[in-house]
């Protein structure tokens, strides 16, 4: 069985490939060139961090750079859902001020982004037993079950704990809508 590579021969080999596979997988044009680049370092970095995590596994059945580039796209692939799942949000309260006629152009895009901001205040202001729940549901994604298994509580509270935390999203999106 041949010897394993040590990690940091595998960034010095394999860093500036891993970094332009999750740029070209990253940039959708959307974001701006310096944070898809920005964005593709963080991806390059955390798919080393995986591989130095996962490297006395390897068992050599693809070659290093097979396994360095299924690990990016799996990272990149998280990044994505993430951002999808941010989208939606945002898509989320546009349509909910488009609904109320809201203005049109750019007042509407800053209108847009400072919901986007105040939603994420809202956010942070919950409790942890709160935020946690939330985070999980509507940014990673996860089913109330997964929720369940890996804060270990039971169903039934991870849904009371989501909908007291929506309740109280609402109450401080309303407040903070009134004092504008």
């Avoid at 080999?13 to 963080?42: C, K, M, P, Q, W």
């Avoid at 956010?123 to 729940?133: F, G, N, Q, T, Y």
């Avoid at 991870?158 to 504008?180: G, M, N």
């Amino acid at each position: 069985m041949p010897t394993q590579p040590d990690i940091e021969t595998l960034v010095r080999a394999h860093y500036a490939f891993i970094r332009r596979l999750a740029l070209t997988i990253l940039d959708d044009g959307s974001a701006g060139a310096v944070h898809a680049a920005d964005e593709a370092d963080e991806a390059a970095q955390d798919t080393f961090i995986a591989a130095h995590r996962a490297l006395a596994h390897f068992r050599g059945d693809a070659g290093v750079k097979t396994w360095l580039t299924r690990i990016a796209i799996n990272q990149c692939r998280g990044r994505l859902r993430k951002r999808k799942s941010r989208r939606r949000l945002q898509n989320a309260l546009e349509s909910a001020r488009m609904t109320a006629g809201g203005p049109a152009g750019l007042e509407a895009a800053a209108l847009r982004a400072d919901a986007y901001r105040r939603l994420w205040q809202a956010v942070d202001a919950l409790s942890e037993k709160h935020r946690i729940p939330v985070i999980l549901r509507y940014v990673h994604e996860l089913t109330i079950p997964d929720i369940a298994a890996s804060l270990g509580l039971p169903e039934g509270t991870v849904h009371s704990r989501l909908h007291h935390a929506r309740r109280r999203l609402r109450t401080l999106l309303e407040k903070e809508a009134t004092h504008d």
